[in-house]
């Protein structure tokens, strides 16, 4: 029964997703360059306004997923790492939580509450949901390794690491670098200094982090 929910999930979040990107105007020219995953989602007539729909559909079906995911991860956590689940768990379902909201805050430009931008609620509820997802990630990795898993053995949680430190020392240099001159486009950033960029690598890489902390070997032996 579970089974075929998550593939059910899985279908509508690949069809809905697809089925955004697909009707995504071409004269707005989407890319990953300069266009951040909300773009999808945001009505906005030089983001999405034909295919925002689908992209609510298919993201909703992915933190769904994922939720799912999250709490297949509690339960093989509760032997190796005692309470401490309890804490990481709770924490990454708030994080979960901010993003199923963000799914249904479009980002737009448009009034939205209080006669603040749709768009302003929008950031700042995806913005509270990144360091309780950290907060998390790196609850689950430290009882990891105090349970006794070796170093090595908890890869995933270095490279998601690695991925968040470089991420954000380009974006700070690229902060940098526009205070420097005024004549560099502050948004979307270029290259590697684009915010867009690292959004979707550390969005992907989420998803397949937690696929691995659902389903992949855990990292439980003891240290010697």
Same mark, same amino acid.
Not at 35 to 47: E, K, Y
Not at 68 to 84: E, M, N, T, V, Y
């Given at each position: 029964?579970?089974?075929?929910?998550?593939? #059910?999930?899985?279908?509508?979040?690949?069809?809905?997703? +697809?089925?955004? *990107?697909?009707?995504?105007?071409?004269?707005?020219?989407?890319?990953? !360059?300069?266009?951040?995953?909300?773009?999808?989602?945001?009505?906005?007539? =030089?983001?999405?306004?034909?295919?925002?729909?689908?992209?609510?559909?298919? !993201?909703?079906?992915?933190?769904?997923?994922?939720?799912?995911?999250?709490? =297949?991860?509690?339960?093989?956590?509760?032997?190796?790492?005692?309470?401490?689940?309890?804490?990481?768990?709770?924490?990454?379902?708030?994080? %979960?939580?901010?993003?199923? !909201?963000?799914?249904?805050?479009?980002?737009?430009?448009? +009034?939205?509450?209080?006669?603040?931008?749709?768009?302003? *609620?929008?950031?700042?509820?995806?913005? #509270?949901?990144?360091?309780?997802?950290?907060? /998390?990630?790196?609850? =689950?990795?430290?009882?990891?390794?105090?349970?006794?898993?070796?170093?090595?053995?908890?890869?995933? %949680?270095?490279?998601?690491?690695?991925?968040?430190?470089?991420?954000?020392?380009?974006?700070?240099?690229?902060?940098?670098?526009?205070?420097?001159?005024?004549?560099?486009?502050?948004?979307?950033?270029?290259? #590697?200094?684009?915010?867009?960029?690292?959004?979707?690598?550390?969005?992907?890489? #989420?998803? /397949? %982090? !937690?696929?691995?902390?659902?389903?992949?070997?855990?990292?439980?032996?003891?240290?010697?």
């Amino acid at each position: 029964m579970k089974r075929n929910l998550s593939a #059910l999930l899985s279908a509508i979040a690949v069809a809905g997703l +697809v089925a955004a *990107w697909w009707r995504y105007p071409a004269e707005n020219q989407f890319s990953i !360059m300069r266009c951040t995953i909300s773009f999808l989602g945001s009505p906005d007539a =030089d983001r999405n306004p034909t295919g925002w729909r689908f992209y609510q559909a298919g !993201m909703t079906a992915l933190v769904l997923l994922m939720f799912s995911l999250a709490a =297949d991860r509690h339960r093989r956590l509760r032997a190796p790492i005692g309470k401490s689940v309890v804490w990481s768990t709770g924490t990454i379902f708030i994080a %979960f939580t901010l993003l199923l !909201m963000v799914v249904w805050i479009p980002d737009t430009r448009e +009034v939205g509450w209080f006669g603040i931008r749709t768009g302003h *609620w929008h950031n700042r509820a995806a913005l #509270l949901a990144i360091p309780f997802m950290m907060c /998390g990630i790196m609850l =689950d990795g430290v009882a990891l390794w105090w349970s006794g898993a070796r170093w090595h053995a908890l890869w995933p %949680f270095h490279l998601y690491g690695l991925i968040a430190l470089v991420g954000t020392v380009e974006l700070m240099t690229w902060e940098s670098m526009c205070r420097r001159d005024a004549t560099l486009p502050h948004w979307p950033g270029v290259g #590697l200094h684009s915010t867009p960029l690292w959004e979707w690598i550390n969005f992907s890489y #989420l998803i /397949g %982090f !937690m696929i691995w902390m659902a389903h992949g070997r855990m990292p439980v032996a003891t240290k010697a």
